[in-house]
């Protein structure tokens, strides 16, 4: 994953360049059939492939659950979908994403969203290096066909292959 600057400006202050989700998302940073009981040890079990990553601390990962509890379960962005993220202060280290699809689907509080099988945490240390990330994943969530095959996913292949098909996708 590359995260250095493409080029730079204004008194050689970098500028980062916005990274793909196949890029924030490797295959490495996504475990499927997890088991949890809570949706914090769901929260929890994305942060830890963050953190063992090397992408946030393990205090990032507290206060993606403290955010949640404070500002309610809006991070249930799409049905089945739930996207804890914290601020760079707490922790993040660099822009990164990873992926939990739960063995049995737990719900975090969101009536319109809820239950929630997959679990995407976010690191960013910007506000503008995730952006095209979040759009293919708005593109998958947008097109019925790769929202089904998101869900049904069985391997890490298969995730993969839906990110690079909504990849493709934005690119015509």
Known sequence: MTEKPDKKQD???PV????SLSELLPKERMKLGVRVSTWQDAVREAGKLLQQSGAVTSGYIDAMIKVAEEL????VIAPGIALPHAATK???IQTAMSLVKLAEPINFGNPDHDPVQLVLGLSAVDKKEHM???????EIFLV???VD???QAESVDSITEVLKMAE???EH
């Open 90 to 92: 707490d922790g993040a």
């Open 11 to 13: 008194g050689d202050v």
């Open 16 to 19: 980062r360049k916005q990274l």
């Open 72 to 75: 309610g379960p809006y991070i």
């Open 144 to 146: 019925k066909d790769l």
């Open 168 to 170: 493709a996708r934005l």
């Open 132 to 138: 095209l990330a979040l759009k293919t994943l708005a």
């Open 149 to 151: 095959r998101f869900h």
